[in-house]
């Protein structure tokens, strides 16, 4: 559709703050629930740890800004992103007035072969407990994207997303019990996540310690995925 602007209508009339995105991605890592971080080669705060982002180009969306900067600055691609939050405050970024839209990305960690990019020095896992001090407003960003992360286990299933294919229960079950930060009891676990009816077995089974290998499940394509985990799991 065509819009007439005023003749005497002036683009730089207005102040044009600049707009970046950052993607926080979630996986699980030996065992624990980890973010990826880029450490940045540039100022500001060169040598800091930071979030995988970037300046949204003029020709682009949000979406796509999002899935070039995990592209460009970790090599990762083709993973499940969610947009976040918009986080504004006037002096987050100490070069000019920017404001940016946050996702998140869940990956299971055998998919991510991640690597450091161009204005990039390196990459790593990280404990969310234990995070290395941050550029900009990153640790008020990661907190609020676990936060969304445990939420959006009482109506979803994101969690599946951190998984491989196919899966255990014990490991399905550690995949919920990392994003909650809570021990849920084993029995009641498998007998709600059975009855939900959002799994299916392979046929195939993978050995787990000592005792009978375990069967393995996929996730229901087809299946509505109503999990509420806070719900099934008191």
Excluded: C
Aim: hydrophobic content about 40%; cysteine-free; proline content about 6%.
């Amino acid at each position: 559709m065509s819009v007439e602007l005023p003749a005497n209508y002036d683009p730089n009339a207005f102040e044009r703050p600049s707009v970046t995105v950052d993607v926080v991605i979630f996986s699980l890592v030996q065992d624990e629930l980890k973010v990826l971080l880029i450490k940045r080669l540039a100022a500001p705060f060169a040598n800091m740890w930071a979030i995988p982002g970037s300046f949204v180009r003029i020709d682009e969306s949000l979406e796509e800004a999002a899935v070039r900067a995990l592209a460009d600055e970790t090599g990762v691609t083709d993973v499940y992103t969610e947009q976040l939050y918009t986080f504004g405050q006037p002096d987050r970024d100490p070069r000019t007035r920017v404001i940016t839209v946050a996702y998140f990305a869940l990956v299971p960690h055998e998919a991510i072969h991640h690597k450091a990019g161009r204005d990039i020095s390196k990459t790593d896992w990280f404990t969310l407990p234990k995070l290395p001090s941050l550029a900009f407003d990153h640790a008020e960003i990661i907190e609020y994207a676990h936060t969304r992360l445990r939420y959006k286990l009482e109506y979803s299933s994101v969690g599946f997303q951190l998984l491989p294919d196919v899966f255990t229960l014990t490991e399905l079950q550690k995949a919920y019990e990392f994003i909650l930060g809570e021990a849920l009891d084993k029995r009641n676990f498998r007998r709600k996540i059975l009855s939900a009816e959002i799994l299916e077995e392979t046929g195939e089974r993978k050995k787990e310690g000592e005792g009978r290998p375990a069967m393995l499940y996929r996730y229901r394509k087809d299946a509505v995925a109503e999990v509420k985990t806070r719900r099934l799991f008191p």
